[in-house]
């Protein structure tokens, strides 16, 4: 395990204990989440060392890694997945038309298939070597490995996307860093985060899935992810709901809470956190932010 002695956001060096969250997914290992006294930013502290951390995504219920999984719960994931693919290009299209894209953490390529199939160059960056391979096999698509991504050409992308991506990475300053090198001057970043001040994360309390401990290493709100995207000289311009993300994480938090996943009880909650976002500052369980260079 390793320690972080400074926040990422502020660099401030105290923080307090907000909570213990089990690892419900796969190790029922128990992790702290700490909130900074300055910012306010979440993050898990201490957290498995990079040698580790691999033994924590070892488990074929890790549905975006598995394209061979079966069951009713894949099949929900699945559906959902090819409508969402339709929407993250939609929101893409109403700003830039087909160009270059880069996709970090692609997974098996599903999106980067879908951009390509509409007329963009695409490339992928995923550390993990299953994915990786699906995506070249089947796809065809130019997939590299996390170590490449320093050495992809400067100022080289209209669009780069990190869907859900951003929380898992260990050194998070630098890999914004390296985005905003990678990016055109009037190119667009598009991030897609959970919300932990959503109302589902509320509701679930300890058992909200998208804590995703360990694997979730930061824990964002709008208010933190602002300020840390202000701190590479980048700007929000708009950010934009993923409305099936609060059923999705309501029936897995279902299942960690009661054992059983309760179907029911999850399509409520999530039309009960989508609604209550839309009356209460836009904070749904999941939010895209567009983001482009500060002078633009």
């Known amino acids: 395990m390793e320690a972080l002695s400074h926040c990422p956001v502020c660099d401030n060096d105290q923080f307090q204990l907000f909570k213990k ?110 994915p990786r391979g699906f995506a070249l096999q089947n796809y065809n698509i130019d997939v590299f490995d996390e170590k490449e991504l320093p050495h992809l050409p400067f100022g080289n992308f209209d669009v780069i996307t990190l869907w859900h991506v951003l929380e898992h990475v260990p050194d998070l300053n630098l890999l914004i860093k390296q985005i905003k090198n990678l990016l055109k001057s009037d190119g667009l970043l598009v991030v897609a985060l959970p919300n932990h001040e959503s109302w589902d994360a509320g509701h679930y309390q300890t058992f909200w899935a998208a804590w995703d401990v360990p694997r979730h290493f930061y824990h964002f709100s709008k208010k933190t992810f602002s300020l840390i995207i202000k701190n590479h000289q980048l700007k929000i311009i708009s950010s934009h709901p993923m409305k099936f993300d609060a059923f999705y994480i309501s029936l897995l938090s279902e299942k960690y809470k009661h054992v059983k996943p309760g179907f029911i009880h999850a399509l409520i909650n999530g039309m009960r956190s989508n609604q209550s976002a839309k009356q209460n500052l836009n904070n749904y369980s999941s939010l895209v932010f567009l983001i482009k260079h500060q002078n633009i």
């Open 21 to 130: 969250i089990v690892d419900h997914f796969l190790t029922k290992e128990e992790f702290q989440v700490v909130q900074c006294n300055n910012c306010g930013f979440l993050f898990t502290n201490p957290r498995p060392a990079q040698s580790e951390i691999s033994r924590y995504y070892q488990s074929d219920e890790y549905i975006s890694h598995n394209k061979n999984k079966v069951g009713w719960l894949s099949s929900v994931y699945n559906i959902v997945r090819n409508i969402s693919l339709y929407r993250k290009y939609k929101l893409i299209a109403k700003h830039k038309t087909a160009s270059k894209i880069l996709d970090i953490g692609c997974g098996t390529g599903d999106f980067l298939h879908f951009m390509k199939k509409k007329g963009w160059e695409v490339t992928g960056i995923e550390p993990a070597d299953s």
